[in-house]
């Protein structure tokens, strides 16, 4: 395209075709009677939704200005995994790249299309954004908005700007999927359901960690998860163990039953999957063969003092591990055959191997915790011998009768304690070919899908059925969703919404379950008094029948005296002061029969508070 | 225009001149001390530093996502190929593929950068010169593809759009449509700049042989781009080592001979029309799918020890940026290699020696210097 440019000087009289402009219309916008409308996607001054706002402070943490700080509004009440701290901008400083927005997890923080502010007090350009939803005062509609006097204080309703978009978003909202054991194949068996991440698989989950730390405040044991899950990230999980160790020491248990609270605060759960934490954990509990090596604990010198711990569950085995190493002599009693408590006979050997179990109770034996198994307190050893011996005593009995409904013929049905504590350290349970458990929490869950499984193996290619019945009808089911899900990928029949009515027997033979349609399960108070209409019936046939509606404790082995003097909470909660102390001096508890959470991770921080109070009492004496 | 340093009276006397940075004359926080005896230059010192702001060193201390509200601001006239390099950069440090539909995005966007940015040295060239309605149409339209910008992302004029693994957001509903028109609509004017400014005879006389170079000359000073083109030499990043989706489509590289300022303003005017006709045919050619390749979470982001030069061809020649990581969650070393360095203070020098005084702008803008460019 080379032109020679000697050829074209042009004409002077050329410029005079410029005249023909003078007869146009002019293009300069006579502002303000003729404003130009924003774009769609302006990044103009800030809106955020208070309501969905979680206060994670991903937005301060992004900005390369530092234009944001997050402050504490006090009026804001909290839900357990938020903060009540809001993003408070500084236009000042502020360079509107929108980085802010990209990063918010729940898409309270976007930019609006104003972008007038004018006034004499600089103070008026640090501000709190919120938007009409939560300021309705500032956020005028087109009649009450006059582009004369925009200003922070004066803005259009409506006029959402530069938002965020999950395709576009900073962080990965999809998780790294577990490798699991298809619900064909591990119906069958009693193999272990989740195969846990690989090395190059959890640094990539453990990537996805934003650092807000909701979940630490959501966890009830206030793990350093965020501390925990970088190390992962930097491929050090000798370090990770460590932090985990600060406030749980059954971190295989843990890492394959935790409730994860942390889960549902994640920050990542607002519009995508959850951070793993629960398998990251578990991840780093399996991939350190020895944890002794790894902690690389000291212990401090001996007190002489002496405490007994009386359940070897979570709460038991995690009072016993702080205890020791506050340098107390710790004997744990327990009635079953190894460590664990509940988590030894409950959960299913496909959710939790006894191998996994006995890891981290060897670990805490290691450290110089004795442990008395096969041995009944109240029958074996004597409990006021026991409070005579030892400085303090820490109940963390758990529950450990199963409950019944108590209907017409139910002395023929199984309970749900015995059935999965036989499968599990015992000889299998005969089950029957159709079987019906009444429940639906997590423990009707692990029965039925424990039947199923022992349905499979007892009558292999024969038709067989598992289906559950429970009060709580869809939505209301006291399982969480996992579980749910799980159940019904292998199989399992629900029946929600329906009440037993009574057992159907023939020749001392269970035929059935007569049910009855439920109205409502709670009363207007909340509490649990469940209505049915007598009318509508329905019969559910089945040879085998499992209760699995709750346990209770068994306080029996406490002298009558002795449990006279014991609180207990409008709940039916062993009452316990600030440091665990039950109302039995020295005795302190924890665990199922202190928290209503009844799970592992709120009786490890049952366990941390009792530790805290037992070694303050013992160092006073 | 201050004076200094009387040496001889009479119209033999050697002056020392300050010219910029506040003066008619120039654009930019810029400043040229000139040696000068009667109307003639002598010597000339070109005076960067006004807008020095650091940019190199800050980014050091921001991971590598908040660096992309900063490069940005490098230049202000046309910050969207310093986004490109950053990422271009970021993505060989990284490994970090880019989507097939990205790099046609990023073309159109950055040739539209380009008529941007070319309009606004029209306005700058034909505003020294005293061209003022030429200036203003040149205004008018370089506002015009702001628009589209604003529309695309967001932003007017520090967009914040090239990422590293694609662009932060697809075209929205319409908007190849409004390309398309808003092209249209400036080609539409084409007539009337040429007849009243390229094609006029006053400036073809005021800018005909000046600030003249040899090819020899403009090679050994370093010019690339317009000063290089207009010299004769069809050297354009783009065609060298072609990246983004240039290698997609046809196109040629405008090339003049006589390399003065009146061949370096038409290579300009043939480049802005020769990036509408490749933005249509970008358009055309735009497959569908993605535009981002998502990147690591911001706050873990570590790119692997290493070291990358990369370089594009931005309006006013090859912008160059050698980037070191050390492994961690921010550059250890950047650096800009930018078009405006040598022609603002190795050439300028060189063609202001025995120019006149009334041509100083005009060599200057002519060579396309931005001043924050020098500085950075």
Redesign the interface.
Same mark, same amino acid.
């Given at each position: 395209?080379?032109?020679?440019?000697?050829d074209?000087?042009?004409?002077?009289l050329?410029?005079f075709?410029?005249v023909n402009?003078l007869f146009k219309k002019p @293009?300069t916008l006579r502002y303000p009677f003729e404003p130009k409308e924003?774009?769609? @996607?302006? @990044?103009g001054f800030h809106l955020n939704d208070w309501n969905k706002c979680t206060g994670c402070g991903?937005c301060a943490?992004?900005c390369?200005?530092e234009a944001i700080t997050m402050v504490e509004i006090p009026d804001i009440e909290t839900k357990p995994g938020e903060k009540n701290e809001r993003p408070k901008l500084d236009y000042g400083r502020c360079?509107?790249?929108?980085?802010c927005v990209?990063?918010c997890p729940p898409a309270s923080l976007r930019?609006s299309r104003d972008y007038f502010h004018i006034h004499f007090d600089t103070n008026t350009f640090t501000f709190f954004p919120k938007d009409e939803k939560t300021d309705k005062e500032h956020f005028l509609g087109s009649e009450q908005y006059s582009i004369l006097k925009a200003s922070l204080s004066h803005r259009k309703e409506g006029y959402e700007?530069?938002t965020s978009?999950l395709?576009?978003?900073?962080?990965?909202p999809q998780r790294v999927s577990m490798p699991e054991v298809p619900p064909e194949e591990r119906k069958l068996s009693f193999i272990e359901q989740v195969i846990g991440y690989s090395k190059k698989e959890a640094e990539k989950e453990a990537? @996805?960690?934003?650092?807000c730390k909701l979940c630490e405040q959501a966890c009830p044991a206030h793990l350093k998860i965020s501390d925990y899950i970088?190390a992962i990230?930097e491929g050090r999980p000798g370090e990770s163990l460590k932090k985990i160790f600060e406030d749980n020491p059954i971190p295989a248990i843990c890492g394959r039953v935790c409730m994860k609270y942390c889960e549902s605060a994640c920050s990542l759960s607002m519009r995508g999957e959850a951070l793993a934490v629960r398998w990251l954990k578990r991840f780093v509990a399996d991939s350190i063969k020895d944890y002794k090596t790894a902690l690389e604990l000291k212990l401090t010198e001996p007190t002489g003092k002496r405490v007994a711990v009386i359940g070897a569950g979570p709460s038991g085995l995690s009072v016993a591990y702080f205890l020791t190493l506050k340098g107390h002599k710790v004997v744990v009693f327990d009635s079953l055959p190894g460590g664990g408590g509940m988590m030894r006979v409950g959960p299913p050997i496909y959710r939790l191997p006894i191998e996994a179990i006995d890891k981290d109770v060897n670990h805490i034996a290691s450290l110089g915790v004795e442990f008395r198994f096969n041995t009944t307190v109240g029958k074996d050893v004597l409990f006021e011998n026991i409070l005579k011996e030892y400085d303090a005593i820490y109940l963390s009995i758990g529950t450990t009768v199963s409950r019944s409904t108590k209907v017409k013929n139910i002395d023929k049905a199984h309970l749900a304690l015995p059935f999965l504590k036989a499968n599990k350290i015992a000889e299998p349970v005969k089950v029957g070919k159709e079987v019906i458990v009444i429940g639906g929490g997590n423990v009707a869950m692990d029965v039925a899908r424990e039947a199923l499984r022992l349905q499979y193996l007892q009558y292999p290619n024969e038709e067989v059925v598992t289906k559950t019945v429970s009060l709580e009808d869809w939505g209301q089911l006291p399982a969480t969703e996992d579980e749910i899900e799980e159940a019904k990928a292998e199989g399992i029949q629900f029946n929600p919404a329906w009440g037993p009515k009574q057992v159907e027997v023939e020749d001392g033979k269970i035929k059935g379950l007569l049910c009855i349609k439920v109205k409502s399960v709670f009363d207007e108070k909340g509490q649990f008094n469940p209505t049915f209409y007598e009318q509508q019936q329905m019969f559910m046939e089945g040879d085998m029948i499992i209760e699995a509606i709750g346990q209770a404790p068994d306080f029996a082995f406490i002298p009558k005296e002795l449990f006279e003097k014991m609180e207990f909470t409008p709940q039916r909660k062993v009452k316990v002061d600030e440091n665990g102390m039950t109302s039995i001096p020295r005795v302190f508890a924890g665990g199922d029969i202190v928290n209503l959470n009844l799970d592992a991770v709120t009786a490890i921080a049952d366990a941390k508070t009792s530790a805290e109070g037992i070694h303050k009492m013992l160092c006073k004496k | 225009m201050s004076v200094t340093n009387t040496k001889k009276a009479g119209s033999t006397r050697q002056l020392e001149l300050y010219f910029g940075p506040q003066h008619l004359g120039m654009v930019g926080n810029f400043s040229i001390t000139l040696k000068v005896e009667g109307d003639r230059i002598l010597e000339a010192t070109a005076n960067p530093g006004y807008l020095h702001r650091g940019f190199e060193k800050l980014m050091e201390y921001r991971t590598w996502i908040q660096n992309f509200p900063l490069v940005c601001r490098i230049n202000v006239v046309e910050p969207d190929h310093i986004e490109m390099i950053y990422a271009m950069a970021v993505e060989k440090l990284a490994q970090i593929e880019v989507p097939e539909r990205a790099h046609f995005v990023r073309s159109i966007y950055l040739e539209l950068a380009r008529v941007g940015s070319h309009l606004f040295g029209l306005w700058a060239y034909a505003n020294m010169l005293g061209f003022d309605t030429v200036a203003q149409w040149a205004m008018y339209h370089r506002d015009l593809i702001l628009d589209l910008f604003e529309e695309l992302t967001g932003g007017r004029v520090y967009h914040i759009y090239i990422w590293p693994g694609g662009v932060r957001r697809d075209f929205p509903t319409g908007f190849k449509e409004k390309v398309v028109n808003t092209l249209h609509s400036i080609g539409g004017c084409v007539p009337d700049y040429d007849a009243t400014f390229f094609n006029n005879r006053l400036f073809y006389e005021r800018a005909k042989e000046i600030g003249k170079l040899t090819l020899q000359q403009a090679k050994q000073w370093g010019a690339t781009g317009q000063t290089l083109r207009a010299a004769g030499m069809p050297y354009d990043i783009r065609k060298v080592e072609p990246y983004a989706a240039y290698d997609k489509v046809e196109w040629n590289v405008p090339v003049r001979e006589d390399s003065d300022a009146y061949s370096r303003v038409w290579v300009i005017r043939d480049e802005m029309i020769e990036s509408v006709h490749m933005i249509f045919k970008l358009l055309d050619a735009m497959p569908e799918g993605p535009v981002y390749n998502r990147i690591p979470n911001p706050f873990k982001w570590k790119i692997p020890k290493g070291e990358a030069y990369v370089r594009c061809e931005s309006s006013r020649g090859e912008l160059g940026l050698y980037l070191v990581s050390d492994g961690g969650d921010k550059p250890y070393r950047v650096h800009f290699r930018t078009p405006s360095y040598p022609n603002g203070l190795i050439i300028l020098e060189k063609l202001l020696e025995n120019a006149s005084i009334a041509d100083v702008g005009n060599i200057m803008i002519s060579l396309y210097t931005v001043a924050p460019e020098i500085d950075r």
């Open positions: 395209m080379k032109e020679k440019t000697t074209k000087k042009g004409s002077i050329s410029p075709k410029a402009y @293009r924003p774009a769609l @996607r302006y @990044r991903n943490d992004i390369p200005n360079c509107f790249c929108g980085l990209d990063i930019l700007g530069f978009d395709e576009y978003s900073l962080f990965e990537s @996805r960690c934003l650092e970088k990230y | -």
